[in-house]
């Protein structure tokens, strides 16, 4: 009978327990879930200004996602006194050395890339990290570039981009994110919501 008791008594104390954990922590998300998505808008709209002109508007508040190749891409729409000034899309590319790449690209109206900007990723300190913008300026070659004529691949495989050295896998992957960018950019957001005239790389917004 001691032995059934004290076995008894261990499984309530442990219930008692896991029901104060969880109590707990559904205690501590509810006290910090407003913080924590305040610092992941504050994070996207920081992205966003790093690779399109000035705005005026919370391109966060006005999102199109896309589901794409296993995974979801975001694009935020822009403007500056009502006039949209470019779209930010946020990429992903699954084939860098080091798994998953994630990335933010700005387009202009007429389908230019403005500059390109790092989120997150796991390549090959001095290597593959040279990704970065502020390790090396790989990035800026796509600035100004139109991919409707501007091929996204490294120049070995046929393409404009001239490879990081020693880092072909890498620059790859990075091509790779833009253009699944500029695939999302072009067929849902100048096409579907009728922003731009020509889907193919459009030079004028229409009125």
Same mark, same amino acid.
């Given at each position: 009978?001691? !032995?059934?008791s004290s076995f008894k008594n261990m499984v309530i104390t442990l219930l008692v327990i896991t029901l104060i954990s969880s109590a707990l922590l559904g205690g501590v998300?509810?006290?910090?879930?407003?913080?924590?998505?305040?610092?992941?808008?504050? #994070?996207?709209?920081?992205?966003?200004?790093?690779?399109?002109?000035?705005?005026?508007?919370?391109?966060?508040?006005?999102?199109?996602? %896309? *589901?794409?190749?296993?995974? =979801?891409?975001?694009?935020?729409?822009?403007? !500056?006194?009502?006039?949209?000034?470019?779209?930010?899309?946020?990429?992903? =590319?699954?084939?860098?050395?080091?798994? %998953?790449?994630? @990335? @933010?690209?700005? *387009?202009?109206?007429?389908?230019?890339?403005?500059?390109?900007?790092?989120?997150?990723?796991?390549?090959?300190?001095?290597?593959?990290?040279?990704?970065?913008? !502020?390790?090396?300026?790989?990035?800026?070659?796509?600035?100004?570039?139109?991919? %409707?004529?501007? #091929?996204?691949?490294?120049?070995?495989?046929?393409?404009?981009?001239?490879?990081?050295?020693?880092? =072909?896998?890498?620059? &790859?992957?990075?091509?790779?994110?833009?253009?699944?960018?500029? &695939?999302?950019?072009?067929?849902?957001? @100048? !096409?579907?919501?009728? &922003?731009?005239?020509?889907?193919?790389?459009?030079?004028?917004q229409k009125k």
């Amino acid at each position: 009978m001691a !032995k059934e008791s004290s076995f008894k008594n261990m499984v309530i104390t442990l219930l008692v327990i896991t029901l104060i954990s969880s109590a707990l922590l559904g205690g501590v998300y509810e006290l910090t879930k407003d913080a924590i998505a305040a610092v992941k808008i504050r #994070k996207i709209n920081n992205g966003i200004s790093n690779v399109l002109p000035a705005f005026d508007n919370n391109p966060s508040e006005n999102v199109h996602k %896309k *589901f794409i190749d296993g995974d =979801t891409v975001y694009v935020y729409t822009a403007t !500056k006194d009502e006039k949209i000034v470019g779209s930010a899309v946020q990429t992903f =590319t699954n084939t860098g050395y080091g798994g %998953k790449i994630v @990335m @933010m690209v700005g *387009f202009l109206t007429n389908g230019e890339i403005n500059k390109i900007d790092v989120i997150s990723h796991s390549e090959t300190p001095g290597l593959g990290d040279k990704i970065e913008p !502020k390790k090396t300026d790989f990035n800026v070659q796509f600035n100004g570039k139109n991919p %409707k004529d501007y #091929k996204l691949a490294i120049r070995k495989e046929g393409g404009d981009v001239d490879a990081m050295s020693g880092s =072909t896998v890498s620059s &790859k992957a990075f091509c790779d994110a833009v253009a699944r960018a500029y &695939k999302v950019f072009r067929e849902d957001i @100048m !096409k579907d919501q009728g &922003k731009w005239d020509d889907v193919s790389g459009a030079t004028q917004q229409k009125k």
